[in-house]
């Protein structure tokens, strides 16, 4: 059974910075596509980064590139994300995702995602 738990996100002023985490069980993270994507409330999903399983290369939607990094922990089976330089337009909860499809489509083959974890930027 695919399970992904996402934690890390808090209340944080513009300009600062935060880990997401995500840790998967009943798979094997580094065989599978992982990405990132953000809901903020009457807004659509938008899919901000994912990492491939092969060579860890990695994609960023152009709203976060430059602010947002993503690994990814073997050891651990665990992904992050860290995302700075945080604006309030980032507010949203983020979920960590599985996919069937290649990164960067990985939104059309989301096979699994966790309940997310709220990114709240004001000050």
């Known amino acids: 059974q695919v399970q992904l738990v996402e934690s890390g996100g808090d209340l944080v002023q513009p300009g600062g910075s935060l880990r997401l985490s995500c840790v998967a069980s009943?798979?094997?993270?580094?065989?599978?596509?992982i990405g990132w994507f953000r809901q903020a409330p009457g807004k659509e999903r938008e899919g901000i980064s994912c990492?491939?399983?092969?060579?860890?290369?990695?994609y960023y939607a152009d709203s976060v590139k430059g602010r947002f990094t993503i690994s990814r922990d073997n050891a651990k089976n665990t992904t992050y994300l860290q995302i700075s330089s945080l604006k309030p337009e980032d507010s949203a909860v983020y979920y960590c995702?599985?996919?069937?499809?290649?990164?960067?489509?990985?939104?059309?083959?989301?096979?699994?995602w966790g309940k997310g974890t709220l990114v709240t930027v004001s000050g």
């Open positions: 995702a599985r996919s069937l499809r290649r990164c960067p489509s990985f939104m059309y083959g989301l096979d699994g």
């Open positions: 009943g798979f094997t993270l580094d065989s599978y596509v």
């Open positions: 990492i491939r399983p092969s060579d860890g290369s990695t």
